[in-house]
């Protein structure tokens, strides 16, 4: 238009530029809004793993209640007491997202009254330190620390006769963290070296005994159905026996003849199907289902009254971009590949391991044109979709230990000569080598050392 100001046109011009981006911008989230106005239904695959496996124990049996009542307070039975803390956990999950701090309160005031280890051992953790030889310095502390806990001693001595584990609590994040103390346990394994070092023979095999019967505690919550932090304290625990085993084992001083029949019976290694965790995989998977139900029932679930409008508004705007079911699906076919690699032969791990992480890379949820679906789902996905590479490996190296300290004994049993421990560790390679790759154990002719 004549007259018109280069500088009027130039605004013209941005104001148009302006106005068509926004009208993009608003078409670009029009037509997204549009692809996320239905969810898919839930296929079989998620159904399969949100389903909770039956539970074949008994509560007077369950090791995981046991657990969960361990530092109860009072003197019923720590089954009872965990059974009563589970309970109260279950029933206020339903109302925990309207009143969050329900959950903690019952934290709490499960912190605030349990029993308590009293006295100090300074001794370490059984996986850092050898047991073994510092209760050679800490006798008198020892029997000390027995006197003063000798109620939750006996407790935990109680666990080594309930049969099986099964996680009771419902699925989700905030439950309960289940689990035996490590200075419990510390004080339990300083018992039996100082027993096995001083006592006499019948002292030795009943300390023994109790040794066999932890070892078969922990093997049964591997075993058993539960989520990770369960697999991994289990494992720790196990590795822990066995290093005080081992420790044993190798000190000149201890003479191990009188009580082999014992020690061959309780380090004979586990049979390696007992260390697979394909099922902890499906546990996570419904301890994840929670997580994700509570994006897309953020308003239903939480304090209306408490909320702004703008609150309010904005989670509904990102639930819109999150679909339960899709995510689900999604997020099982993830889980169902962690399952198969846990549940894999020991000699095939490596081979499914990798498969799994070669399918994450080339299918699994990733950013590409997909993500315009389902957006918040696929990024959380994507999220969780590696953490389990080598959970499995650090069972298997457990295992692999155990074969060790059984190779060392029977190294010592038969009298094998220095000059004669390669070939027999040849000739018996269910005991020297490392039950995925294979690898022998190394053995150190001028150290004595494997």
Not at 139 to 159: C, D, F, H, K, T
Not at 367 to 385: C, D, F, R, T
Not at 390 to 411: E, K, P
Request: proline letters at 5%; hydrophobic letters at 40%.
């Amino acid at each position: 238009m004549p007259g018109t100001s280069p500088l009027a046109r130039i605004a013209r011009i941005c104001a148009k530029i302006a106005l068509g981006l926004t009208a993009f911008v608003l078409f670009l989230v029009f037509t997204l809004f549009i692809i996320n106005s239905f969810d898919v239904r839930l296929n079989d695959q998620a159904k399969a793993l949100l389903a909770m496996p039956p539970n074949p124990y008994k509560s007077e049996e369950n090791i995981y209640l046991g657990l969960a009542g361990l530092e109860g307070p009072g003197d019923r039975s720590i089954v009872e007491l965990g059974r009563e803390r589970i309970d109260a956990y279950n029933k206020a999950l339903d109302s925990v997202g309207r009143n969050p701090e329900t959950i903690f309160s019952l934290d709490d005031h499960w912190g605030a009254n349990r029993l308590k280890l009293s006295g100090k051992l300074e001794i370490g953790s059984p996986r850092s330190s050898s047991i073994w030889a510092s209760t050679k310095t800490h006798r008198e502390e020892i029997v000390a620390m027995l006197g003063a806990n000798q109620q939750l001693y006996q407790r935990y001595l109680s666990l080594h006769h309930l049969r099986g584990y099964y996680e009771t609590a419902r699925p989700s994040y905030m439950a309960p963290l289940v689990f035996s103390t490590p200075q419990i346990r510390t004080v339990f394994l300083c018992s039996v070296a100082n027993r096995i070092q001083t006592g006499l023979p019948q002292q030795q095999r009943e300390a023994l005994n109790e040794l066999e019967q932890d070892l078969q505690l922990w093997r049964n919550v591997l075993k058993g159905d539960g989520t990770l932090i369960s697999k991994m304290i289990s494992v720790a625990f196990l590795h822990g026996d066995m290093i005080l085993l081992g420790d044993a084992l190798t000190d000149p001083s201890f003479n191990s003849m009188p009580l082999e029949d014992i020690l061959d019976s309780m380090l004979q290694p586990f049979d390696a199907k007992h260390f697979r965790i394909g099922n902890t995989f499906a546990a996570e998977f419904r301890s994840a289902a929670p997580t994700y139900r509570t994006i897309t029932g953020a308003n239903e679930m939480a304090d209306t009254a408490a909320l702004g409008w703008w609150s309010r508004v904005w989670n509904a705007f990102q639930a819109h971009f999150f679909k339960l079911n899709a995510t689900e699906n999604m997020n099982a076919d993830v889980a169902s590949r962690w399952v198969a690699v846990g549940d894999s032969e020991p000699s095939e791990f490596l081979e499914y391991r990798d498969a799994q992480r070669e399918w994450l890379v080339k299918e699994g949820p990733h950013l590409s044109l997909n993500y315009v679906y389902n957006p918040i789902g696929k990024i959380l996905v994507s999220i969780a979709g590696l953490r389990y590479d080598d959970y499995s490996l650090r069972a298997y190296d457990v295992a692999a230990y155990q074969r060790l300290v059984y190779l060392v004994f029977q190294l010592k049993r038969q009298h094998v000569a220095t000059a004669d421990v390669a070939s027999f560790m040849t000739a018996h390679p269910d005991w020297s080598t490392h039950p995925v790759d294979r690898k022998p154990f190394q053995w150190s002719p001028e150290t004595g050392e494997l």
